[in-house]
């Protein structure tokens, strides 16, 4: 059974960057069906998608966060990792990561279309204070 | 780009059907076939209840439908159960991103 695990500081302070990890257990993040996403939810909110990444390092981002946002991957450790630059309290959420399904290879643009968030991890309140 | 439109919150008496909708654009929802819904309860995480428009994964309840209309998604849950009561999101890929609706929340009366 596919888990994934969130790892990483509870507490950022305004300004710095914030930085998670997932870990992957139970399936190779190598895969070639899949991407790895994270997603967040700042408390009483939504959900907001920040970004995806293919084990590749093929990358799509939000763009209302891709000047701050850097998704990595390592598939030797079989994590995916997650930084967010510059936060301020609007960065407070609890941060999911989720296996994002790689559907229709998309010629012309040269990336897969997303599917759906099959498997997600339990998530990490992560909040932004000094 | 703007968050897909859901209702803010829908309800139903046990054993009723209500539907949510989701509303978005040609970019996003009408333009592909890849629109998805999740339940998620209190403090736990999203799951996946519809994917593709209308596909439910293994282990997902019958009650359980979604279709899709030009712009505009739609979740049906027939049957209610308590357990249903829960925040229902919309996601849609829009061909250089991924996006999310408001959320709707539904309480089963």
């Known amino acids: 059974q596919l888990q994934l695990q969130e790892s990483g500081p509870g507490l950022v302070k305004p300004s710095e960057t914030l930085s998670l990890t997932c870990t992957v257990s139970g399936g190779s993040i190598s895969s070639s069906s899949y991407y790895w996403g994270w997603i967040r939810q700042p408390p009483g909110k939504g959900l907001e998608w920040i970004g995806s990444?293919?084990?590749?390092?093929?990358?799509y981002y939000n763009p209302s966060l891709k000047s701050r946002v850097t998704i990595s991957v390592d598939t030797s450790k079989n994590q995916f990792s997650l930084k967010l630059s510059s936060v301020t309290a609007a960065d407070t959420a609890v941060y999911y990561c989720a296996r994002h399904v790689a559907t229709y290879y998309d010629i012309l643009t040269g990336y897969y279309r997303l599917g759906p968030l099959d498997y997600w991890g339990q998530g990490t309140l992560v909040t932004v204070s000094s | 780009q703007s968050a897909l439109t859901q209702p803010a919150s829908v309800s139903g008496s046990p054993g009723q059907s209500i539907t949510i909708s989701c509303t978005g654009t040609s970019s996003d929802v009408g333009s592909y076939n890849l629109v998805s819904w999740y339940q998620q309860h209190p403090g736990k995480a999203p799951k996946l209840m519809i994917y593709e428009g209308s596909k439910r994964p293994s282990g997902v309840s019958n009650r359980f439908s979604g279709s899709k209309s030009g712009n505009t998604a739609s979740l049906t849950i027939s049957g209610l159960q308590a357990e249903d009561e829960a925040d229902y999101y919309c996601c849609s890929y829009a061909g250089s991103y991924v996006v999310f609706g408001g959320g709707t929340k539904l309480t089963v009366l």
């Open positions: 990444i293919y084990y590749s390092g093929s990358t």
